[in-house]
């Protein structure tokens, strides 16, 4: 019930009928797809994991007031960014990369296109280089003027909440539990730190397993990576999400969870939760069949990408920079 009320209640704030368009820079930076995918190429080709970053750094952006680019924006003296919210601090990375595309977009098409779009755009070219699926992204997001440090705490999920709460925080963007799951299916590329799989490693992580001799190596390979006493030192030790093909986006996340071996609690619980009887078997569809999970991916992208703040398109602007709001 609470969920059905959420879904009615956020249906306001999910403005597909703001005019994004797909031909939105036709005539003002007809470049702007291009640019924006020579210089994603750059940056996958130069390290894989900036594919990650770039697909991460989109979803924080979108879940806190909208697809805005406000997790762009540096701290200023009178402007609180939402870098160093717990849940992005340490943790979100790419912001070079980001300055990098909007400088070359600038100087072909000075004041035209959106931070915010730059971003949406830069995170469907990350998906395909590292061999996902393509989707044509709706243009004319504006940048915000502001940032909420506050709702990343309260609209991000984090590693070790529930199934349940997770799924309300995806409802309450206008998103299904489908949606979460083949989202969820980002986690096929990327790193995790310690800090966000020690519970889950010296938790269930046996209880989940098969433990069969894969099982049994990862985990002690896991321990080793991130001791069980919280040492702050290890805190920022990394491992790749998806152990099988960690610069690969394909279906083998859901082929993990399948064997219980996923690596943080909100991942595994989307199989083992006893809560979770629909997104179990949409893990088991998604690992059978890779085109559905690219199929569904692609749309969910599309509908996480149009999460717009109604207000954000009426006072937004186009940033010059995207660390900080033109003067
Ligand atoms: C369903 C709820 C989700 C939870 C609880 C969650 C949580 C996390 C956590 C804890 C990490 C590791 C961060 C770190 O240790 O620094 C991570 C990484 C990542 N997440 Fe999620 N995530 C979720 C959904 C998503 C979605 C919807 C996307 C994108 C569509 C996404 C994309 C990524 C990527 C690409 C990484 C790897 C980033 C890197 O390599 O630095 N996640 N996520």
């Known amino acids: 019930m609470l969920l059905i009320i959420l879904n009615i209640?956020?249906?306001g704030l999910h403005a597909s009928d703001l005019p994004l368009t797909l031909d939105y820079y036709k005539s003002t930076c007809p470049t702007v797809l291009e640019i924006v995918k020579s210089e994603m190429e750059c940056a996958v080709l130069s390290d894989p994991r900036n594919a990650a970053l770039i697909l991460r750094l989109h979803f924080h952006d979108c879940f806190v007031q909208g697809c805005d680019g406000s997790v762009l924006l540096d701290d200023t003296i009178t402007l609180q960014g939402e870098k160093k919210a717990p849940i992005n601090f340490h943790a979100l990375k790419?912001?070079?990369i980001i300055d990098r595309i909007k400088n070359k977009l600038e100087s072909e098409c000075p004041g035209i296109v959106s931070c915010a779009d730059l971003?949406?755009?830069a995170a469907r070219d990350a998906v395909i280089l590292v061999g996902g699926p393509y989707w044509d992204?709706?243009?004319g997001r504006k940048d915000s003027k502001t940032a909420n440090y506050d709702l990343v705490s309260t609209n991000l999920p984090t590693a070790n909440e529930g199934l349940l709460s997770i799924i309300t925080k995806f409802l309450y963007q206008g998103l299904s539990a489908e949606d979460m799951v083949a989202l969820s299916g980002a986690h096929t590329i990327g790193m995790a730190?310690?800090?966000?799989f020690r519970g889950r490693i010296y938790g269930d992580f046996e209880t989940t397993a098969t433990m069969n001799p894969i099982s049994e190596t990862y985990l002690?390979?896991?321990r080793s990576i991130c001791p069980a006493a919280p040492a702050t030192k290890a805190d920022n030790n990394e491992s790749a999400l998806d152990y099988v093909t960690p610069n690969l986006f394909d279906n083998s996340y859901y082929h993990i969870l399948l064997q219980g071996d996923g690596l943080i609690n909100s991942d595994q619980e989307l199989y083992?939760?006893?809560f979770g009887l629909e997104t179990k078997q949409l893990v088991q569809k998604y690992a059978e069949n890779g085109i559905a999970f690219f199929e569904k991916f692609a749309e969910s992208m599309v509908k996480m990408g149009n999460i717009i703040n109604p207000d954000t398109?009426?006072?937004g602007e186009v940033r010059k920079n995207c660390r900080f709001v033109n003067t």
């Open 119 to 121: 971003l949406t755009v």
């Open 220 to 222: 002690s390979k896991l």
């Open 193 to 196: 730190r310690c800090v966000n």
């Open 94 to 96: 790419g912001f070079r």
């Open 9 to 11: 209640f956020c249906a």
């Open 137 to 139: 992204v709706p243009l």
């Open 272 to 274: 083992s939760s006893v």
């Open 313 to 315: 398109y009426v006072d």
